[in-house]
């Protein structure tokens, strides 16, 4: 226990680490608490108040049909951190366990698991997205979350193998299997706590390129399909009246642009902790 709070009081000295999390704690109450307090919901139209630049009754102003942007850019990025953070965490833990086994395994499921991985990281997303839009369009936004993080781990994968590889020879897991533990107990017990810290690390970083993942496939019109909305949907429909009408594209973009960089600079922050450790 000792360990673990000088450990934790090492980390939040790291300025990165304070001001990422702060900054995600902060969007994250903002997205969640902040609907429940707003006069107006993101699905409330007032057509007396069409494309209104901001004001003391619309922060943020309004949108084409009288939306107020600060709820659809609060309900654009509850759903857009909820993504993220399914995806990323799903891609941590498949990374971590197919990483592992084929490190661990090695032999031909080394050889097998890495084959997948090859030519997952060979095959364009965009390409693949594409040619399953028709089927993804009407499927749940749960289904972008599975399709973000089955092109997020393979480079995950191929880290941790090389770690568990390392790691294969170490006295303790040789222990372990002279004392006939399994597969399953060394796995989960010897070599996933040491892949702890870059796991962490890598979870973190990872919110940030699955936002941006959304953002992107959303934009295209691959995404979070009306009537919901994400921060990639609001960017694409205020994109057209980003020069007449700005509030409507900045707003969005400013929402994800602070997702973006409270992500990465908590997941820089605890990088550096381990670089340094």
């Keep these: 226990m000792t360990g673990t709070l000088v450990a934790a009081r090492r980390v939040v000295r790291r300025p990165g680490v304070v001001v990422g999390a702060g900054g995600l704690v902060l969007?994250?109450?903002a997205a969640f608490a902040g609907p429940l307090v707003l006069s107006y919901s993101h699905d409330q139209q007032n057509l007396g108040a069409i494309?209104?630049?901001?004001?003391?009754?619309?922060?943020?102003?309004?949108?084409?049909?009288g939306e107020d942007m600060l709820a659809l850019c609060l309900r654009g990025l509850q759903k857009s951190l909820l993504i993220g953070l399914?995806?990323?965490?799903?891609?941590?833990?498949?990374?971590?366990?197919v990483g592992t086994l084929a490190g661990y395994l090695g032999g031909l499921t080394d050889r097998v698991l890495m084959i997948v991985v090859d030519i997952?990281?060979?095959l364009p997303p965009i390409l693949v997205v594409a040619v399953l839009s028709p089927t993804l369009r009407e499927q749940s936004w749960l289904v972008l979350v599975l399709l973000i993080a089955g092109f997020q781990w393979m480079v995950t994968a191929r880290v941790v193998r090389a770690r568990a590889r390392s790691l294969r020879s170490a006295g303790y897991v040789v222990a372990a299997e002279d004392m006939g533990a399994s597969t399953a107990r060394i796995v989960?017990?010897?070599?996933?706590?040491?892949?702890?810290?870059?796991?962490?690390?890598d979870?973190?970083?990872?919110?940030?390129?699955?936002v941006l993942a959304e953002a992107g496939l959303s934009y295209f019109?691959?995404?979070?399909?009306p009537p919901d909305v994400s921060l990639g949907t609001l960017v694409a429909t205020g994109t057209g009246s980003a020069l007449t009408f700005p509030w409507v594209f900045l707003a969005p973009v400013g929402f994800l642009a602070a997702t973006v960089l409270a992500s990465a600079t908590l997941g820089e922050g605890l990088r550096d902790d381990e670089v340094h450790r």
């Design 86 to 97: 399914l995806a990323a965490g799903l891609t941590t833990v498949v990374s971590a366990v």
């Design 221 to 225: 019109g691959f995404g979070v399909q």
């Design 203 to 210: 979870c973190t970083l990872n919110v940030a390129s699955a």
């Design 188 to 201: 989960t017990r010897h070599l996933l706590p040491q892949m702890v810290p870059l796991l962490v690390i």
């Design 27 to 29: 969007l994250a109450v």
């Design 51 to 65: 494309l209104a630049s901001p004001s003391p009754a619309h922060p943020l102003g309004t949108a084409r049909l």
């Design 120 to 122: 997952l990281l060979v």
